[in-house]
C-alpha cells in the first residue's frame, strides 16, 4: 500500500511539473480567441489577460474616455508604415472600467507608444469590462 502511494505521489510531482498551461494567443491572430472567451476576462485585473498573449505587443497606447481602453498592436511603427494597410489592421482593444493615466509628454521620447514590463505593473491592476479586436494580421 505505502508503495501504491509513493508511486501516486511520484507521478503527481512529475506531472504537475512537466504541465505548463498554454497561452491562449500564441500568434497575433489567435486575438480572436480572447473576444471568443471574454466572460473568462470580464471583472478581472488586466494582467490576467495579458497572460494569455504570447507574442509581443510592440505598439500600444491608451486612450482616455467613458470607458477608457488602450489599444495594442503587434508589430511596432516602422513595420505598420512599410505594410499595405491591408496587413497591418489587427488592433486588441481592451477596455477598462477606471480612468487610464496614460500621457505621452511623460513617457520616454521615442517610445511613446512601446508597451513595457512598467505598463504591466501599472495598468495591470486595472479591470477588463470589454474586448475588441478588429481585423487581421
Request: proline share 5%; charged share 25%.
Given at each position: ?46 494582467k490576467n489577460l495579458l497572460k494569455e ?15 477608457s481602453y488602450f489599444s495594442f498592436r ?62 487581421k494580421d
Amino acid at each position: 500500500m505505502k508503495n501504491t502511494l509513493k508511486i501516486f505521489a511520484m507521478l503527481f510531482i512529475l506531472m504537475s511539473s512537466s504541465c505548463k498551461a498554454q497561452q491562449m494567443v500564441q500568434t497575433p491572430n489567435d486575438a480572436h480567441k480572447l473576444k471568443a472567451n471574454e466572460l473568462q476576462f470580464i471583472n478581472k485585473p488586466l494582467k490576467n489577460l495579458l497572460k494569455e498573449i504570447k507574442p509581443e505587443i510592440k505598439n500600444a497606447f491608451g486612450t482616455l474616455g467613458d470607458p477608457s481602453y488602450f489599444s495594442f498592436r503587434f508589430i511596432n511603427a516602422e513595420e505598420i508604415q512599410h505594410r499595405p494597410i491591408e496587413n497591418n489592421s489587427l488592433g486588441l482593444y481592451i477596455y477598462v472600467k477606471e480612468p487610464i493615466d496614460w500621457n505621452f509628454n511623460k513617457r520616454p521620447k521615442g517610445k511613446e507608444y512601446i508597451w513595457t514590463k512598467e505598463d504591466v505593473e501599472k495598468y495591470g491592476n486595472l479591470t477588463v469590462i470589454r474586448i475588441k479586436v478588429i481585423g487581421k494580421d
